[in-house]
């Protein structure tokens, strides 16, 4: 009969199990008011979380609550995603929370996670789009309220690092409705002031605060301006869109002010090391040109120049020598081709080679004649054609075959009537 009964830890795993299995409480987004706040030591976070009508208990782990950049408190409102499980040993149900937002700002990190994935795949963080800050800026605009800490802070800083640069201020409005076109109205003006560098900046605050650095007109603006911008908005842990756009991002207005530019003590060290640099490098070059001097000074040539001249007139010499040589050489050679011409046969006795030449002539003239068809054409002898072709056997013939005979003096057409071979 004890079989039915279920004991109590049996229910509440059974319960747990269908929570835990159920998919529509794995991910729950809920808002709410903090009640019962607890930091315990190992920094996990206890607490309550309820609205006019209910309340359910809330864990937050040390490895979530690590990431949040605020404080949780009592009376707090805030909005939360997590998941809903039973904590078996008092059976109650409760939520484990993941994410933790201040409630009225939440809808301003999602517009602001969203602008930054948007400009993002946009290209405008791309760092080939970042200009660089020029190394000694003499002229540095500065876009921030007339008063308040921004101000007195970068100019300080700027006094204090490079006071032989000139500062101008271009005052805007930083927080509210009417900022963001004052901010673009500003950079407008600032990026058409031959500057070397502008800083953007204002001191800390709420993301409401701030927001005014996180529209896109404003951001858009920062990253279309010709002259180099450097944010400096908020505070170490504050970022905007227009840390992301500018050309650097310092962490404060002061750090946007060490960012523009170097220290003036720092400079002079370096101009006195180059100082030293340059100085010892023209030490070295001296040396090495007055070795060199001393080296030409003690040379050979330097000391005897005339031996020089007599080397060279030496060599002049043989040179001469072996030109006449050769010179004396071909005439002489030339000379004895011509002597020999000169004594030749043909010389004393041109006539012998003209009639040489003339019995060759007449020899092959005699040769001609012999082979010439006219004459034996003359002799009685005649040439016998067909068709054009000189027919040198009977088989070229047959009856009836027009032929044409060429004699001495004409040409004969005849009509073969008989072929005899034989």
Not at 48 to 72: G, H, V, W, Y
Not at 189 to 198: E, K, S, T
Not at 384 to 398: M, Q, V
């Amino acid at each position: 009969m004890d079989d039915k009964y279920l004991s109590v830890t049996a229910l509440t795993r059974y319960i747990k199990y269908k929570i835990d299995n159920d998919k529509n409480l794995q991910e729950v987004y809920l808002k709410g008011e903090i009640s019962n706040f607890k930091a315990h030591t190992r920094g996990h976070y206890y607490f309550t979380i309820k609205d006019e009508n209910s309340r359910i208990n809330a864990i937050m782990f040390s490895f979530n609550a690590s990431k949040l950049k605020f404080m949780p408190e009592d009376g707090m409102k805030i909005l939360v995603k997590g998941k809903i499980s039973v904590f078996e040993s008092t059976g109650n149900y409760q939520i484990y929370v993941e994410e933790m937002l201040e409630d009225g700002v939440g809808n301003l990190h999602i517009a602001f996670e969203q602008l930054k994935k948007k400009l993002g795949e946009e290209g405008l963080f791309d760092s080939k789009y970042k200009k660089e800050i020029p190394k000694i800026p003499m002229r540095i605009g500065i876009i921030t309220a007339s008063t308040g800490a921004a101000i007195k802070d970068i100019l300080s800083t700027i006094k204090r690092r490079f006071p032989i640069c000139k500062t101008i201020l271009f005052p805007c409005l930083v927080q509210g409705e009417l900022a963001k076109d004052d901010i673009v109205k500003k950079l407008d003006i600032a990026d058409n002031y031959d500057l070397d560098v502008i800083i953007l900046g204002r001191g800390g605050g709420s993301i409401e605060d701030l927001w005014p650095f996180n529209e896109e007109i404003v951001a858009r603006k920062v990253f279309s301006c010709k002259t180099p911008i450097i944010s400096g908005v908020g505070h170490q842990i504050d970022f905007t869109i227009c840390d992301f756009v500018s050309d650097v991002r310092a962490e404060t207005p002061t750090g946007a002010a060490e960012r523009a530019v170097p220290k003036l003590s720092d400079l002079l060290l370096e101009i006195s090391n180059y100082e030293s640099r340059y100085t010892n490098s023209i030490k070295r070059i001296l040396e090495t040109n007055k070795l060199r001097l001393k080296k030409l000074s003690e040379s050979y040539v330097l000391k005897n120049p005339l031996g020089l001249y007599e080397i060279k007139e030496q060599k002049l010499d043989n040179i001469i020598d072996k030109l006449n040589t050769s010179m004396n050489t071909i005439i002489y050679t030339n000379k004895s081709k011509l002597e020999i011409i000169e004594n030749s046969i043909i010389f004393k006795e041109p006539s012998i080679l003209y009639d040489n030449k003339l019995k060759k002539t007449n020899h092959l003239i005699e040769k001609l004649e012999i082979l010439n068809p006219l004459n034996a054409l003359k002799r009685g002898y005649s040439v016998t054609k067909k068709n054009g072709k000189c027919i040198s056997s009977i088989k070229d013939i047959k009856v009836n075959d027009t032929i044409d005979v060429n004699v001495k003096d004409g040409n004969i057409k005849a009509k073969v009537m008989e072929v005899n071979n034989g």
